[in-house]
Structure formats: structure tokens, C-alpha cells
């Protein structure tokens, strides 16, 4: 169970230094952000998605509050295993997926290649394909997220593997920033790849010979806002 940090309100500065449980945090509201990690600090704040607050009504520098957006939005991603009804617009998606390919890679090769998978009747003909080997539990690992990528390796290169790593780091750190959610899965690779049907998939999915199925991510809107685990060094 969580403890609680203090027993009466503490200060911003208090928070972000002790950064576990649960307190009752006082400060004066500066600026307030729409969940892309832009901050509009002109008043009145009526965003209810996120506020940022400050030990004092003069915390606007915005060239210190821009350099720790990158570090925030890593800080504060989590995995998404419940997820609300509804799409993400392609054009959300395109830019995650743009954000996806600018990765860096070994000697530029970009040894991946990507599908996106939004299509109800194919999701289950997926999931029909997956319970052949797994049962219903492997069908189900997608956490009724909306939409998947498929990302398949070149089997010619011995460093695609951490290629394909890097680029689904961009798309869910991207996608992060934009409000949408994620979670990168193996099940959907294991139970595809060893199910006599494989090749209804990935006729469908459409790599290039010599391209190799290795990750999946489902990506939605979040319907939970896990906690931390804890990390060590």
C-alpha cells in the first residue's frame, strides 16, 4: 500500500524531491498544459487535463520548463493495459509513426518495416489465428486497445533487432506526449509466428522477404494511470 508522504500539505519543491505516495501538495497555479508539453502561461486557467504549479507565482521561466520536457515525458510514461472506447485519429497516428521512423539506426539502415493495424475484421482474424496456439488468453493481451503496429526486423543485418527497439521507443515516448497510451507486447509475435495460420497474418501484414515479424505495440487512449515501478541502477 501507498503511504502518505507527509501528514499535512507540503511544498512543490517538497514533492518533486520525495516524488513517492501521496500527499496534499500547496502552491500557486502558473501555467496549464493540454497534454502535448506545451504550457500556456497567460491566466485564466480553465484546462482541466494538467496544471503546473509552483512554490511562487513567478515560476514562468519558459527555457527551464522547455529544457525538462524531454525528461518528463520519459519520467512519467507508462504502460497502458486498459483502455477507453474509441479511435486514435490517423493523423495522430502518422505523427507517431513519424516520430517512429526518425530514429536512429545502425549505419542509417532502418531495418524495420511497419504496419498499422486498425481494422476491426482483421484484429479478429488475428486474434482468431493467435488463440490457435494460445487460447483465448493470448487473443486477449491486446488490452482492447483500438490500434496495433506490427514491426518486422531485416533478417540480413545482425543489429536490426535494436533498430526496431529504438523506433518503438520513439512511438511510444511520441505517442506519450500526445495523450495516447501504449504498450509494447511479445505475445502477439510468439503466438503468430508458432500458429499453423501464421501466413493468413502475415500474407495480410505484407512484409518484405527477408523481413522478419519481432515487436508489436497496442496503442489507445488511457483508461488508468498505473504508478511507478520502482527502477534500479
Known amino acids: 500500500s501507498v503511504k502518505p508522504m507527509a501528514d499535512g500539505p507540503i511544498t512543490v519543491g517538497e514533492a518533486i524531491a520525495n516524488n513517492t505516495g501521496t500527499a496534499t501538495v500547496e502552491g500557486y497555479i502558473v501555467a496549464h498544459t493540454t ?27 519558459k527555457d527551464m520548463k ?51 493495424v486498425d481494422n476491426p475484421e482483421f484484429k479478429n482474424e488475428i486474434k482468431n489465428v493467435m488463440a490457435a496456439t494460445g487460447g483465448e488468453r493470448a487473443a486477449g493481451c491486446f488490452y482492447n486497445a483500438p490500434v ?17 527497439g529504438l523506433l518503438a521507443e520513439n512511438m511510444m515516448l511520441s505517442a506519450h506526449s500526445l495523450g495516447v497510451g501504449s504498450v509494447c507486447l511479445g505475445s502477439p509475435v510468439r503466438f503468430i ?41
Open 66 to 116: 522547455a529544457e525538462n520536457q524531454v525528461i518528463e515525458n520519459i519520467m512519467t510514461r507508462r504502460s497502458i493495459r486498459k483502455y477507453k472506447d474509441g479511435p486514435v485519429a490517423r493523423e495522430t497516428m502518422d505523427k507517431i509513426l513519424e516520430c517512429g521512423i526518425n530514429a536512429p539506426s545502425g549505419m542509417n539502415k532502418q531495418s524495420w518495416e511497419v504496419r498499422v
Open 148 to 164: 496495433w503496429v506490427f514491426i518486422a526486423r531485416d533478417n540480413g543485418y545482425d543489429f536490426s533487432t535494436i533498430d526496431c
Open 35 to 61: 497534454g502535448n508539453k506545451s504550457y500556456d502561461f497567460e491566466s485564466p486557467f480553465n484546462n482541466d487535463l494538467n496544471i503546473a504549479i509552483a512554490d511562487s507565482p513567478n515560476e514562468t521561466n
Open 193 to 233: 509466428l508458432t500458429s499453423p495460420q501464421k501466413d493468413k497474418v502475415l500474407s495480410k501484414l505484407g512484409f518484405s522477404e527477408g523481413y522478419e515479424l519481432c515487436l508489436c505495440i497496442a496503442f489507445g487512449y488511457p483508461d488508468e494511470t498505473p504508478a511507478a515501478k520502482q527502477r534500479d541502477i
